[in-house]
């Protein structure tokens, strides 16, 4: 068991090399080949700043 396999949980890997992208303020980063990965939308919820859209 590779004690790394911890953080290939959470971090993501470069598509170009597979290396295991660092993580930074914006995303990730490939630390091989500089690739940037934007941080996912996740579960956050979109922020709607208009009118009400729940059925009101
Ligand atoms: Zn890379």
């Given at each position: 068991?590779?004690?790394?396999?911890?953080?290939?949980?959470?971090?993501?890997?470069?598509?170009?090399?597979?290396?295991?992208?660092?993580?930074?303020?914006?995303?990730?980063?490939c630390g091989?080949?500089?690739h940037?990965?934007?941080?996912?939308?996740?579960?956050?919820?979109p922020?709607?700043?208009?009118?009400?859209?729940?059925?009101?």
């Amino acid at each position: 068991m590779d004690p790394l396999d911890d953080d290939a949980i959470a971090q993501p890997r470069c598509p170009n090399d597979g290396t295991i992208m660092r993580t930074i303020p914006e995303g990730w980063e490939c630390g091989e080949c500089r690739h940037f990965e934007p941080v996912a939308a996740g579960p956050l919820p979109p922020e709607f700043d208009g009118p009400s859209i729940q059925g009101g």
